[in-house]
Each structure stands twice: as C-alpha cells, then as structure tokens.
C-alpha cells in the first residue's frame, strides 16, 4: 500500500497484538477491508491511551444520544490475533476519533508519526470506521495484550526485567 491516506469504510475486521518476549514485544494495529490488510506499528502506552479515550468517546456519545443501543466488548481471542504476513506500513503517531451518527460508526484517525527528514504533507494517514462495538473490543482486547507483558514490581511500580529487577525502592535489590 503505497497511498497517503489509506480509508477502510467499513472495516471487516481490527485488532491490535504483540510479537515478541515480554519486555522486548512489538506492537502492532491490523485492520482487514476484503481483501486488503492495513498493518501498523504501535505502541503500548498508545494502546491504553487509545482504551482510555475510546472509553470516554463511547461515554459522551452515550450522553449525547441516549436511545444509542450499547454495543459489545465481547471478543474471540482466536480472531484477535494479527494475520502474517506483519508488514508495517508506517509507525503510528496520533490517533483520533470522531463519529458518524448516520451510519452509526466511529472512525478511527491515524497518523504516521514524522521522521525528522519527512515533511507533516507527507505523512501517511489512514481513516477506519468501525461499529461501536468493533471498536469496544479492539480496546478491550488491547488491554489484555498490554497487560501480558513483565510483570509489574509492587515496590517502585516499575516493569520488572526478567533476567532480574533492581528495585531502587529496596535499595537496587530483587523486588
């Protein structure tokens, strides 16, 4: 895919998971439309930031239209995992959202996260509208793979490495 913004309306499908060790994983986004797949390189802090704004996105258009039916966060795990090949075709940088009450679906915004020798009109971009509800498990789920990452030192807060923690809450020793 060599275009500069890429649209996916609708999505048949979109997930995010992670290839790798814990503490060495790389993150991915992965969007299907027929036969095409959009596959982006993202990252962990991006997936629980995108969680918590898709949260509050849904909760304002709660508010905003009350008689919206509730959409599902229910998910296959057998479905949520990326598809080979992973050919990432650009690093995410922003994400946005915004929402198409005609048609009832919430469009995911994209952009590619600028190189220092690439110009902002030549960042790529991509627009995947999904349903609520594809969108609620896509975050959902994202949450899990996040979260099946090192484990999470109850002394300093900190990942812990797996070859072995130096807790500088307990004074560099294993935490």
């Known amino acids: 895919m060599s275009e500069k913004e890429i649209i996916f309306n609708p999505v048949d499908h979109i997930t995010t998971d992670a290839i790798g060790a814990p503490g060495k994983r790389v993150f991915y986004l992965q969007a299907w439309k ?49 598809h080979p090949p992973v050919d990432p075709l650009f690093r995410v940088g922003d994400l946005g959202l915004s929402y198409d009450m005609d048609n009832d679906m919430v469009s995911l915004i994209i952009r590619e996260m600028l190189s220092s020798n690439k110009q902002p009109e030549e960042a790529a971009s991509a627009r995947l509208y999904c349903t609520r509800a594809q969108i609620k498990a896509l975050v959902s789920w994202g949450l899990v793979v996040a979260d099946r990452g090192r484990r999470i030192c109850p002394y300093c807060g900190e990942p812990e490495d797996p070859s072995g923690h130096i807790c500088p809450k307990k004074n560099g020793k294993n935490g």
């Open 34 to 82: 027929g036969e095409r797949t959009l596959t982006l390189l993202i990252e962990k802090f991006q997936i629980q930031s995108m969680a918590a704004g898709v949260e509050q996105f849904l909760n304002e258009l709660a508010e905003r239209y009350p008689d919206l039916p509730d959409a599902s966060a229910d998910y296959n795990e057998n479905t949520m995992h990326i």
